[in-house]
């Protein structure tokens, strides 16, 4: 996961605080997105964004605002948390030239109690 | 609603063992990637299928694509403790979506 970093790594809410999980890339990808991984279940896209300054609605957005300010770095953030949001969540980039490849970041793991 | 359909949910194995696991969908794709996930990482990529009725093989892992391209397969041989993790099957929509599968959990006990 060297070229994708995420933080923090744990983080443990109250339910109504908000805060920001930060992603970064040491490319130069385009394309970037977040996900979250409920227990027992496949990944789920949350927004995405395919350049600096856009971003767009993936299946579960409700909830989160995002932003892409900078090409290296892709935003999630949370307004007031709910414990409906307990998850792992993921960034990713998705590699160019290669069958469109996503390559994951390690995860943050959220606890909204 | 997953546009992706996997199964089993679970499958749990003596070493040895070969097994087969499945994605299905309604609608007709593509391409699609199979995705392998340890405890605690996020997920990666094993393969692309882009053409129907392709075989890819991987060592021991063997994927196919239906010929209808609406659903995919993959078989492992001679299953090891090492082939543990969580196989999830993707695809993209609308070029810029990728959605997962709801996953098969294997583990292969010693």
């Known amino acids: 996961n060297a070229g994708v970093t995420q933080t923090p790594k744990f983080q443990v809410l109250k339910t109504g605080q908000s805060m920001t999980l930060q992603c970064a890339q040491d490319?130069?990808?385009?394309?970037m997105s977040w996900y979250r991984q409920d227990p027992g279940m496949g990944l789920r896209l949350i927004h995405y964004?395919?350049?600096?300054?856009?971003?767009a609605k993936g299946e579960v957005p409700d909830g989160y605002n995002v932003s892409r300010l900078k090409k290296q770095n892709f935003l999630l953030g949370l307004e007031s948390a709910a414990p409906s949001q307990t998850s792992v969540y993921f960034c990713?980039?998705?590699?160019?030239?290669?069958?469109?490849?996503?390559?994951f970041g390690p995860g943050t793991r959220l606890t909204v109690t | 609603t997953q546009l992706l359909e996997q199964s089993p949910q679970f499958l749990s194995i003596q070493e040895g063992e070969n097994l087969t696991v499945y994605c299905n969908s309604s609608?007709?794709?593509?391409?699609l990637q199979w995705y392998r996930q340890e405890p605690g990482e996020g997920p990666v990529l094993l393969v692309t299928?882009?053409?129907?009725?392709e075989v890819k093989k991987l060592k021991r892992l063997t994927f196919q694509f239906g010929d209808a391209r609406k659903d995919s397969s993959l078989h492992i041989t001679a299953a090891q403790p090492g082939d543990t993790g969580l196989y999830l099957c993707?695809?993209?929509?609308?070029?810029?979506?990728?959605?997962f599968g709801g996953g098969t959990r294997l583990m292969v006990k010693p």
């Open positions: 490319m130069n990808h385009e394309y």
């Open positions: 299928v882009v053409t129907g009725g």
């Open positions: 993707a695809r993209w929509v609308a070029g810029n979506m990728l959605t």
């Open positions: 609608s007709v794709f593509s391409s």
């Open positions: 964004s395919v350049g600096e300054g856009t971003t």
């Open positions: 990713a980039i998705r590699l160019t030239g290669t069958n469109y490849e996503q390559y």
